[in-house]
């Protein structure tokens, strides 16, 4: 139940920019996973995991990579791409 209310929250606040997870159109995609484990809560649970949310994304880099004909190859692991957009 908590997953599908993260989820819903990133796809409606628009602050990940799902179009540069596309490596070829319909086919190859990055796929993101974040995995919150709560030791305890006491009320507030959503909130504090969709901050913990936004954090890990806005430090999350994507590595580029290179698209020839059917081989995709990762170029640079400089890591500089954001999935973050600046509000």
């Known amino acids: 139940e908590y997953n599908r209310l993260l989820e819903k929250n990133v796809k ?3 602050f990940l920019d ?3 997870l596309c490596i070829r159109a319909g086919e ?5 996973r974040v995995d919150l484990n709560v030791l305890n809560h006491d009320g ?10 936004v954090c890990a994304i806005s430090h999350f880099r994507l ?3 290179s698209v020839t004909g ?3 190859k990762i170029v640079n692991l400089n890591l500089n791409k954001t999935l ?4």
């Open 12 to 14: 409606q606040s628009r």
């Open 18 to 20: 799902v179009e540069s």
């Open 28 to 32: 190859k995609v990055w796929q993101i």
């Open 44 to 53: 507030n649970i959503l909130d504090c995991a969709n901050i913990a949310l």
């Open 63 to 65: 590595a580029e990579v």
């Open 70 to 72: 059917s081989d995709i």
């Open 84 to 87: 973050f957009r600046r509000l």
